[in-house]
């Protein structure tokens, strides 16, 4: 069985508010894509790799690629203007449709662990895709347009959902399609399959595996002793 990664590191990130894409911003001595990169690149399960960069940004990417070069052959693709078309691009490259099984994974989450990727892998043969997903703490409502509450939701039921997320190549492939062809866009992989009627299995996510979209974010993920 043949494992593909696509790496995500093609958005801007405006919501950071820095100058540069928040991917380039420097993390424990590294640009943050490269800190998460090699951290998967650990990972022996990964037969291929993808990395897809921001268009516009093509120089800086690579001008941090040849300063922090890759430990193991990894391909590039340029982003589109969503995350939506960054992945499908990348679905494109001819080393992700040799795969039996593709992951997909945000840059800016450096700290995915190898016993992460193993709850995937280890539950893919009966789902169409499998997701790691957190329990949510607080207490949820549902509000109108007006922000007034109408009632209160079951917690229990409810999932943070996080990257990476598993799925058998093909099904990925024909739910992108399926997507486009309808005139859809998703955020979220796992919607892209739910939409094309797909199986999907939350398994344990890990509260260390944070996304890191602000600059709070940003500072603690500097405390952490990783």
């Known amino acids: 069985m043949k494992i593909g990664l696509i790496l995500t590191a093609g ?37 291929n790799i ?34 939506f078309y960054s992945v499908w691009n990348a679905l494109q490259h001819p080393s992700i449709k040799s795969t039996d099984i593709v992951l997909i994974h945000d840059a800016v989450r450096p700290f995915v662990t190898s016993s992460l990727i193993e709850r995937l892998l280890n539950g893919i043969a009966n789902f169409d895709g499998v997701i790691p997903g957190i329990k949510v703490k607080d207490t949820l409502k549902e509000s109108d347009e007006n922000g007034v509450a109408l009632h209160t939701l079951n917690r229990n039921k409810i999932f943070a959902i996080q990257t990476p997320q598993a799925f058998k190549t093909q099904i990925l492939v024909e ?14 992989d796992s919607g ?35």
């Open 11 to 47: 958005g801007i990130g405006k919501r950071f508010g820095s100058e540069t894409p928040k991917q380039f911003v420097f993390l424990k001595g590294k640009p943050l894509f490269i800190l998460t990169l090699d951290n998967l690149l650990k990972i022996q399960e990964f037969n």
């Open 50 to 83: 993808i990395l897809t960069y921001p268009k516009s940004w093509e120089n800086v990417f690579f001008d941090l690629i040849e300063q922090f070069p890759p430990s193991r052959t990894v391909d590039f693709v340029e982003g589109g203007s969503e995350r």
């Open 175 to 188: 739910s992108y399609s399926k997507a486009i062809n309808d005139g859809k866009i998703f955020t979220d």
């Open 192 to 226: 892209v399959a739910e939409f094309a009627g797909f199986r999907i299995k939350i398994v344990e996510g890990e509260e260390i595996n944070i996304k890191i979209t602000s600059p709070l974010d940003f500072a603690f993920a500097e405390f952490l002793n990783i």
